[in-house]
């Protein structure tokens, strides 16, 4: 052990180092953080590869995992190495250059743990390492070996439960999305239901040395605490209200010291009745003190929202100039097609923001907020549910009465109240704007892609008797996804559980029930007697006794009947094109600088029917050079754009869909663009590909 005064010593140096690190200009050849850098622009000052050239891209290397299926991950590189993860959430290094793997760790065997976006890289200058999540846990990797670093938490890893209260100790609780590091501190995002049975979605920073929690940020307000009054008195006691949460990620000013964190709604998504009140520090973008999680200030971009309006992707730390004046701002894209901008140390607006009058709710029991906040500038990025038309229908659908007779029966107004006669959600569930993100140029433009894809909301009320108890607890937690028939929306994304006894046997089904997977979550909440009445009723099975004791989980009186997109018969959007799109907006005026479709709907351009857009998960990256670089669409390409002009300047076919936002970088003086092909989602093949490409 070292003596009192080598200690003392020993920590002034560290100190020093770090202080000379911080002083230091970042390695511009590396991708070292999530989307780029802590400001989570998405940009690169690299500009061996640009317009003139991108002709000349050409495969450099390949890694294939062993395994397949979607992979979401922006992968880091720093100093040679490119840290990833697999499909099956195993992180990995490799030799940029070559692609040559230096090490993996995890078990696929035994983790039934959701897609992953990628990993956090920490280092003082002497030790460097890999945090990244599989399941619940959070773990602390040696980044040149890969093996666990035992002294931080318990042998390497810290159950992302801790610090929450004894309430959520069982629930579901993984995180998709890089943890932001900031000096010693790591602050995780987290995923959890979307029920009511969701744990509370606290904000928490963790130390990155021995992975015990520094600071916790309440989402719903302890009495006491700002926003408390803003639920009911108990909401904060997580029996019967959670989430709140921030899954997509945070961006960290750390010349400042400001954390920006983008939530979620409150669980139970769609109906909120045992939560009357705005529902703060939900659906907000928080400014917090990144060493304390103190409050500077906040935004909510969604009161009490019903609609599953969560903050899909970091904001974007940006430098702008109004009236002559350079101002450090943040920007928020949402899945509603906004864009908010904001000074980033005030919190004041930069454009005006009204409160937009919207419809009450007609559920028993709701009480829906009357105003709802709308930027005046930029304008949305995708269309909305007001606009649309009745002849707005798909011109190359075969049943165009139906869907006409169908967009005519729903609710079009903006942000009206859920209801039983049924809302068209556009921009849909999914956004509008994604978790892939926004990219943007140190001159203030804003590169988004968005979704164009309508969806169907309608709400009943929850059965309050059933002969069979399984189907109660099914019609709460499953009905959403796999439909009250347990047909699904194969279209949707949601597979039949029709005949599942006969495909999978009852120990995966088990294993699937109690711990998620893909983007299902797992329902440790619920008793295992009542798991198996839910295994029992997918399985067509005779309703075993129903005991005498009944569960103590909170059942909302209403229940949405699915996420069901808004198809043709062939399952093509039943709205008129574009179906993506590509934007590029400056910030410095509100005004766009262009807007295109982008992608291509691959039933459509088999026939020669191309530009129509096309669904698009990952985002954008933009380089000094003057090039726009992604993946995305479903149609398994690689497009790279002029930035200035959106002119398409180069086509590369994937072997599967990049549902991933590529990263860039340099070694030994060669410019790469990396890209993870995982494909699966929207019905894409599945594939097993990291692809980086050079001159």
């Known amino acids: 052990m070292l003596s009192h005064p080598r200690k003392v010593l020993y920590f002034i140096e560290l100190i020093i180092l770090i202080i000379i690190l911080a002083l230091k200009p970042a390695d511009l050849t590396d991708w070292a953080a999530y989307l780029g850098g802590s400001d989570r622009n998405h940009y690169s000052t690299l500009t061996q590869i640009k317009a003139d050239n991108v002709d000349q891209l050409k495969e450099a290397w390949e890694y294939n995992l062993p395994d397949s299926g979607q992979m979401q991950v922006n992968p880091l590189i720093t100093q040679g190495v490119l840290y990833g993860v697999s499909s099956t959430v195993q992180a990995f290094a490799l030799d940029a250059s070559t692609g040559k793997e230096i090490w993996r760790f995890g078990d696929p065997l035994k983790n039934w743990a959701s897609t992953s976006r990628g990993v956090s890289f920490w280092t003082n200058g002497i030790e460097k390492r890999i945090l990244y999540t599989a399941g619940p846990n959070l773990w602390a990797l040696d980044a040149q070996t890969g093996k666990p670093i035992l002294s931080f938490g318990e042998q390497g890893k810290i159950d992302l439960h801790l610090g929450l209260p004894a309430i959520a100790a069982s629930k579901f609780i993984i995180s998709n999305t890089p943890g932001t590091i900031y000096h010693n501190l790591i602050i995780m995002p987290v995923r959890l239901s979307e029920g009511a049975d969701a744990a509370p979605g606290d904000i928490r920073a963790f130390d990155v040395l021995t992975g015990k929690l520094v600071w916790t940020f309440h989402t719903i307000p302890y009495p006491g605490e700002k926003g408390y009054t803003t639920w009911p008195k108990d909401a904060y006691l997580n029996t019967h209200t959670g989430a709140a949460n921030n899954w997509a990620g945070m961006a960290v000013d750390n010349e400042r010291g400001i954390l920006f964190v983008p939530t979620g709604s409150a669980g139970y998504d769609f109906y909120g009745g045992n939560r009357k009140g705005a529902n703060l520090f939900a659906n907000c973008l928080i400014a917090l003190d990144a060493k304390t999680g103190k409050r500077l200030w906040h935004f909510q971009t969604t009161h009490h929202d019903l609609w599953d309006r969560d903050l899909p992707a970091p904001p974007n730390l940006i430098t702008v100039t109004h009236r002559g004046k350079k101002i450090p701002a943040v920007a928020q894209i949402t899945k509603q097609g906004f864009v908010f901008l904001f000074d980033r140390v005030s919190g004041k607006p930069l454009f005006p923001i009204v409160e937009k009058k ?16 709308y930027p005046t500038l930029p304008k949305p990025y995708a269309r909305l549910s007001s606009e649309i038309q009745h002849n707005d229908i798909n011109p190359y659908s075969e049943n165009k009465e139906e869907l006409i007779n169908t967009l005519a029966s729903l609710n079009k107004s903006w942000h009206a109240a859920p209801s039983e006669k049924g809302n068209l959600i556009l921009p849909g569930f999914d956004g509008g704007g994604e978790w892939g993100g926004a990219a943007a140029d140190p001159n203030g433009i804003l590169y988004v892609n968005s979704n164009e894809m309508a969806w169907i909301q309608k709400m009943v009320p929850t059965k309050k008797n059933s002969l069979n108890p399984g189907e109660k607890i099914y019609q709460t937690n499953c009905q959403s996804c796999h439909g009250a028939d347990k047909k699904g929306n194969p279209f949707s994304g949601y597979p039949t559980l029709v005949g599942i006894s006969s495909k999978k046997s009852k120990t995966y089904i088990q294993q699937i029930i109690n711990n998620g997977k893909g983007m299902m979550p797992g329902f440790n909440h619920l008793s295992k007697e009542e798991k198996d009445h839910i295994l029992s009723f997918i399985n067509d099975e005779l309703p075993k006794e129903v005991a005498s004791k009944t569960s103590n989980s909170y059942v909302s009186p209403y229940q949405m009947t699915g996420y069901i997109k808004f198809l043709d ?51 954008p990256i933009v380089t000094a050079s003057g090039l726009l670089i992604i993946g995305a669409a479903k149609d398994g390409k690689l497009r790279i754009y002029a930035s200035k002009t959106g002119k398409l300047l180069r086509t590369i076919t994937l072997p599967a869909a990049a549902f991933a936002t590529p990263s860039t970088y340099a070694v030994n003086g060669k410019q790469f663009i990396v890209i993870a092909c995982g494909g699966t989602k929207l019905g894409t093949p599945k594939g097993n590909k990291y692809i980086a490409f050079s001159l």
Do not use: C, H, R
Request: charged share 15%; glycine share 16%.
């Open 569 to 619: 018969a062939k399952g093509l959007p039943a709205l008129s094109p574009p179906w993506g799109t590509l934007n590029a907006i400056d910030l410095n005026t509100g005004k766009y600088v262009w807007k295109i479709p982008f992608g291509d709907e691959p039933a459509l351009a088999k026939q020669g029917i191309t530009g129509t857009g096309a669904e698009n998960y990952g985002g």
């Open 358 to 373: 919207v419809m009450g709710s007609a559920l028993k029991g709701e009480k829906a907020w009357l105003t709802q906040p």
